[in-house]
């Protein structure tokens, strides 16, 4: 029996799924994404929300990162003014903060320079007769407050967006939709699916595995023995409390070690993270810990003096998230966060695995992925460039 080929198949309906299904489509290639759960079940709805550069990357010179980054954000500001906000962003330093004014007034002219010097790469220190205005943060010890501009979206918004936008250009959605089995036939995949009990089949010229943090469960479906990299799942948790921070969102770093926390807004409440510390096990059971709770807290009450009283019984809502991180010598935290494509075979590459990312740069991800290996694929005619897509809420 001949089966039903598509061109490229995508497992996984979070941002780089959707944003590899846009590309492929945009490509003019046929494309079907299987979805488990639903569209940004996994890190895609749990993430800090940011669209941002990356400053803190500066730190380990991740240059090229930084500045895709913060190109992206330029497109999605243009692209999605509607799910995707500029925002400002302040960084207070203490007497005791780790780094210096200096080296922070340093590492924001740098990233206004990988900006392009636009005016939404700019900043300045916040004059001390405006700190009253900055929601009640600590004055105590305060020495300076930079402000530089930065973006916020809704994750899962912004996923089911970019889908959406695939799919207005052909690519289809199977979900809840599980891959149980793929299995190289030459120049293709046979892919076989779990849907409503039924087992569905059909061919692939690509098979692209986004599955965040399944990616070696995935890989494990495959029927013959194909390579993988070691990862660290590194969780990261949440917390939101009633609350505001109306100026912006507080780049702050927790007084236990000097890790970045970030205080921000949302949907009139506050949100407070993240954290990190390696997980193992299910990926669909990873959930905030109490430990993470109470140091999120404590870095809240540490620089807004208000909160200081909260507890766990504060939190109404909490949530984590997993990176995934390829295993090399390092703290998590400067571990690079370039995205790797990891393929089956390197001579005719027909399985490709997305490892990492960030969900600024879901969109130059997508379409470096289907550069560097459209070639496998039969010659299609593009029918829009990414770049250029609009993306909605409805
Ligand atoms: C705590 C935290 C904070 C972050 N903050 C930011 C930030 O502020 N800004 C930023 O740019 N990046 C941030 N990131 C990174 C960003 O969130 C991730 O890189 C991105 O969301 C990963 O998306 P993904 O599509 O690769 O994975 P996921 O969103 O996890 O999607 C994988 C999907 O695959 C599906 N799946 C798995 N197995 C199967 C199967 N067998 N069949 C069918 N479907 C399957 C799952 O259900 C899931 O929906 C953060 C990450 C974390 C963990």
Redesign the pocket.
């Known amino acids: 029996m001949k089966l039903r080929q598509y061109d490229v198949v995508v ?8 944003g590899v299904a846009q590309a492929a489509a945009a490509q003019g290639h046929t494309v079907l994404v ?19 550069g ?1 400053l803190r990357y500066l730190e380990s010179a991740q240059f090229n990162l930084v500045r895709e ?1 913060l190109h992206e954000r330029a497109l999605l500001l243009k692209n999605a003014p509607d799910l995707v906000e500029l925002k400002p962003f302040y960084i207070p330093i203490y007497s005791e903060t780790s780094r210096p004014a200096w080296q922070i007034r340093a590492g924001l002219s740098l990233y206004s320079t990988l900006g392009g010097l636009s005016g939404d790469t700019r900043f300045k220190i916040v004059s001390k007769r405006d700190w009253n205005q900055l929601d009640g943060l600590d004055h105590q010890d305060l020495k300076k407050v930079f402000r530089y501009y930065d973006a916020q979206t809704d ?1 899962k918004l912004l ?1 089911e967006a970019v889908m959406r936008s695939a799919q207005s250009l052909g690519a289809e959605l199977e979900m809840p ?4 089995e793929a299995e190289r036939d030459n120049h293709s995949y046979i892919v076989r ?1 779990q849907k409503n009990g039924e087992q569905i089949e059909f061919r692939a010229g690509l098979l692209i595995n ?5 990616v070696n ?2 890989l494990n ?1 495959v029927t013959h023995k194909v390579s993988r990299l070691a990862v660290d799942l ?5 917390i939101i409390l009633e609350g505001s921070v109306n100026q912006g969102i507080y780049y702050t770093e927790a007084p236990e070690d000097k890790r970045a926390v970030f205080v921000m807004p949302w949907k009139g409440k506050i949100m407070v ?2 954290t990190e510390s390696f997980y193992h096990g299910n ?1 669909a059971k990873v959930h905030p810990l109490t430990k993470e709770k109470n140091y999120l807290l404590q870095t809240l009450g540490y620089y807004f003096p208000k909160y200081r009283h909260h507890s766990l019984q504060d939190i109404v809502d909490s949530f ?5 991180l390829p295993r090399i010598e390092g703290s998590a935290f400067s571990r690079p966060r370039d995205t790797i494509f990891h393929t089956d075979r390197a001579d005719d590459p027909r399985l490709v695995t ?1 490892y ?7 969109r130059a991800t997508a379409e470096k992925l289907m550069n560097e290996f459209r070639h496998v694929l039969p010659d299609r005619q593009a029918v829009a460039d990414t770049k250029n897509l609009a993306l909605t809420l409805q």
């Open positions: 497992v996984g309906g979070g941002i780089h799924g959707a299987l979805e488990q759960t639903s569209l940004a079940a996994g890190t895609s709805s749990r993430s800090s929300k940011l669209i941002h990356g980054c994750d996923t939709a599980q891959l149980v699916y986004a599955a965040g943090p399944w469960d995935v479906k590194i969780q990261g948790t949440h993270g993240t990926p984590a998230g997993l990176r995934v997305i990492g990312g960030k969900l600024t740069a879901y």
